[in-house]
């Protein structure tokens, strides 16, 4: 047997033995690195005959690209045994459940105040808002409550700057949402309208039920042909869709309100079993919100023509309608900060409310 076909066999045979990249690397210096086997053999070439050489040279040269491919394929070989081994070693359960961790939870005043938005945004209600300070024109005057009237010792308000040397109307902070009706109105394009404003009022007053803060949504529907029918249609459309209940029962109980004629207070129809309150059945009722008409003067006061504009109002505390279908018993613990109720009556963010996933 020919040298090179020796130095072939040997070399084949390292390379096809060899198990890994140092073996091959080695393997590799002792053939063709500077004083390889092969490479001495190459060297041997220039010292040859031109008879000789000719038949040797490319015989050697088929010799080193031989083992050049070997070596190449042997080395794939082992690199895809190196990734094999790695990807059955290195894997993860993508399965597995996430670990916990702390997700902030929605307050159910924010979760109620997003629900019924949605409701009154799809009956085709806009939003408003107004100043929680207030002057009193705003807060009392303008909706028909003059200094001397009683209802404003009813309300309990909160002065927070009395009238001064230069005759400023004092402020209050505003004892409901109703001053924004007279903000709308009084703006070029006020009327027509129909809208919400939800927000933050104040009076001083504290127990199970009371709280020196909390919010009410206010609604006002203005137009050139708007009757009492249509303010017991909404609301009774609202509390449906609200509370998911199909048969809602409403009582509107007439009531005065200085800025409607005529007013309602509006219960709702409901049952108290062992002590677990139900909706739309029973024999008691709940008071859930106030209403009525919208007083002629307060049409007057934003300079709108009573004979050609009318249409309703209403007030609700949306606190109260927190209470009343999530069955949180104390208004005062949605002002406590205590991230252990929030944890427990608090709200996914990614379940944000929607009429048509029913809320
Ligand atoms: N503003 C009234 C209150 O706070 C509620 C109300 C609003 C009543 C609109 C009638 C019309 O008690």
Redesign the pocket.
């Known amino acids: 047997m020919s040298e090179i076909k020796k130095t072939e066999d040997i070399f084949l045979k390292l390379i096809s033995s060899s198990k890994n990249l140092e073996d091959l690397e080695s393997i590799r210096i002792r053939a063709l690195g500077k004083k390889g086997e092969v490479s001495n053999l190459m060297k041997s070439i220039g010292l040859m005959e031109e008879k000789e050489r000719k038949i040797k040279a490319p015989l050697l040269n088929a010799l080193k690209d031989k083992i050049i491919e070997n070596l190449e394929k042997k080395k794939n070989l082992i690199n895809e045994d190196i990734l094999n081994k790695r990807i059955s070693s290195e894997w993860s359960d993508i399965s597995r459940p996430v670990r916990p961790t702390h997700k902030g939870k929605i307050h159910p005043i924010s979760q109620v105040t997003d629900e019924i938005v949605e409701i009154f945004s799809d009956l085709g209600f806009s939003i408003a808002e107004g100043p929680q300070i207030e002057s009193d024109w705003y807060n009392f005057d303008a909706l028909n409550i003059p200094p001397e009237h009683p209802a404003r010792q009813e309300f309990d308000t909160f002065y927070v700057k009395q009238n001064n040397k230069n005759g400023e109307e004092p402020n209050v902070l505003r004892?409901?949402?109703?001053p924004v009706?007279i903000r709308h109105m009084e703006k070029t394009d006020g009327v027509p309208c129909r809208i919400i404003v939800p927000g933050k009022?104040f009076r001083s007053d504290y127990d199970q039920t009371h709280t020196p803060m909390f919010n009410?949504l206010?609604?006002l529907a203005i137009d050139k042909d708007i009757n009492m029918s249509h303010l017991k249609w909404t609301l009774e459309e609202f509390c449906r869709t609200f509370f998911d209940i199909e048969d809602i029962v409403l009582r509107f109980r007439s009531s005065h309100?200085p800025?409607?004629e005529p007013?309602a207070e509006v219960d709702i129809r409901c049952s108290w079993e062992d002590g677990l309150l139900k909706l739309g059945q029973g024999d008691s009722w709940l008071e859930i919100?106030?209403?009525?008409m919208v007083h002629p003067n307060v049409l007057r006061s934003c300079k709108v023509d009573p004979k050609i504009y009318q249409g309703f109002?209403?007030?609700m505390g949306i606190d109260r309608l927190a209470m009343l279908k999530y069955g949180i018993p104390d208004l005062r613990s949605f002002f406590d900060s205590d991230i252990r109720w929030l944890d427990h009556y608090g709200f996914d963010p990614l379940n944000k409310p929607s009429i048509h996933n029913g809320l």
């Open positions: 004892t409901h949402t109703s009706q009022v009410q206010e609604g309100f800025f409607t007013s919100l106030g209403s009525g109002a209403f007030g």
